[in-house]
């Protein structure tokens, strides 16, 4: 195993994880930079952005929009997911290949087709585009996700105690409640939090289905041709990538155990 | 067993539907509907009339996108560029795969959550911080300015399809690695010591061990890069401009700018078919299962 050039691959990994930072590094400095052009030398060291940030109205609007959105889908894509979970594992019946499939061909779907595809839905049922329609896009494209969480996670724990539930009496309801869902809980925690972070973030299906009521994705990309605005972007931007990095830290906490 | 065994059966085919039902419902309704109504809208002639109503089939949006040779060749440029872009992130990311598996030792766990934190960070932002970094008066100009390197700003760095490749690859990396690190991590350690007592020189090792046993992870991580690469249109939207347009980026400006649906239905059918086609070659090449374990 000892190659010739033994210092090469590490150099190689820490020069990567450098340009990786790079950007978000450069993100990060110009949100305490007193200037609000985007280049060299720096003008100094200003909380004004994030202090602007807390009296921009719209800006709060958005990410509390983002948040709303996030919340909902996940919930509904976690309660959907752990459905076709459970009927994946533990059930055998026609058409099962299909349902499996139709829950995870949203993965493959590029999302401007998808996109374009729900905007012809709505459209043609005259529903006006709101969160609500983001929402249900994001419940979509998050259900996947949780299927491969949760049902990994049920298909390692064995069958028989929910069989001695039932020899015991219980109903298969009650089973569901006390047994399984108990069992398989800490993954729907996961699966709802990698739920809610892949909706927070989306922008290519949120562009056509938002409406009037941005998500932070949508009022990011809208602000972008105002430079003077870019700044106070940034420095939320900042503080939610705090947030997300979070949220993903805990999923995976929560997942290992 | 009696009782218990029997009404356990009868209650859980009783309890089947609730489970059945909302999913197969809401898939249906905001997944297959929505494609197959733009299935339908494809072969509508124009705009005009209500969108619900009954129309007469045409194939004349396809037959115009057929003869329109810029709307292929668009698909082919999108296409090569993620072709481009797969490849230089598997290659770019095997190296750190290959070190976390077999050189990073114990903190393993720590590199590898090292890597993944820019890719859990926002999408558009990362983007933005390249556009920010590549404009006219941005940071790598104006670096170069301060420093003296340069004196006139370097005008192609934005704008153009190879801005839109370097974003997509830099997008990519992290994602890329997770396939070829769970394919690496499956060869035993010992095979590399085998062929070592056998008079192997790590080069041959490598050529003979490591790269063959790793070749269902670099697959998955080309296709899982390139298929939704070809179907991207932020990017392009973000720093790629005029020149640096995708196949995407015309799909989303018939249903936005020229208004013309039942033409763009006819693109993203198109782009779905070709999808569709790459995901079944990849899943006969591939088997993710073993991967994903």
Known sequence: ?257 | MGEGQRRGGLDRRATFPFLYLPPLLWLGFFFIVPLILMLAFSFRADMKGDLFAAFMPTLKQYASLFATGSYWRLLGISASMAFGVACAAVVLSYPIAYFLAFRAGDRAGFYLVLLLVPFWTSYLLRVMAWKIMLGTEGVINSFLIYVGLIQEPLGALLYSRTAVIITLIYVWIPFATLPILAALQRITPDLFEAAADLGAPPLRQFTRIALPLSMPGILAAFFMVFIPTIGEYVTPLLVGGSRGSMYGNIIQDFFTKAANWPFGSAMSMVMLAATLILVAVATRLIKFRDLLQ
Request: glycine residues 4%.
């Open chain 1, 1 to 257: 195993m000892k190659s010739g050039r033994p210092s090469l691959l590490p150099a190689y990994f820490f020069a990567l994880i450098g340009f990786l930072y790079l950007p978000i590094f450069v993100l990060f400095l110009f949100s305490i930079n007193s200037n609000t052009s985007f280049s060299f030398p720096l003008q100094g060291f200003s909380l004004t952005w994030y202090q602007q940030l807390f009296d921009s109205a719209p800006v709060l609007r958005a990410a509390r929009n983002s948040l709303f959105v996030a919340a909902g889908s996940s919930l509904a894509a976690t309660a959907l997911g752990t459905m076709v979970s459970i009927l994946a594992i533990r059930f055998q019946f026609r058409f099962k290949g299909l349902l499996i499939a139709l829950s995870v061909l949203p993965l493959i779907v590029p999302y401007i087709v998808l996109g374009v595809a729900l905007l012809l839905l709505f459209s043609v049922f005259h529903i006006d585009r709101s969160l609500w329609t983001v929402g249900i896009a994001h419940t979509v494209v998050a259900l996947p996700y949780v299927v491969l969480i949760v049902a990994s996670r049920l298909a390692g724990f064995n069958e028989n105690i929910e069989e001695a539930a039932m020899d015991l009496g219980a109903d298969y309801p009650t089973t569901l409640r006390r047994i399984v869902l108990p069992t398989i809980f800490p993954a729907m925690v996961s699966a709802a939090l990698t739920a809610f972070t892949v909706s927070f973030d989306e922008f290519a299906l949120a562009l056509f289905l938002a409406g009037t009521q941005p998500t932070f994705p949508v009022y990011l990309f809208s602000q972008l041709r105002f430079a003077n605005r870019l700044p106070v972007m940034i420095a939320l931007a900042v503080l939610l990538m705090i947030g997300t990095l979070t949220l993903v830290f805990a999923a995976e906490r929560i997942r290992r155990k």
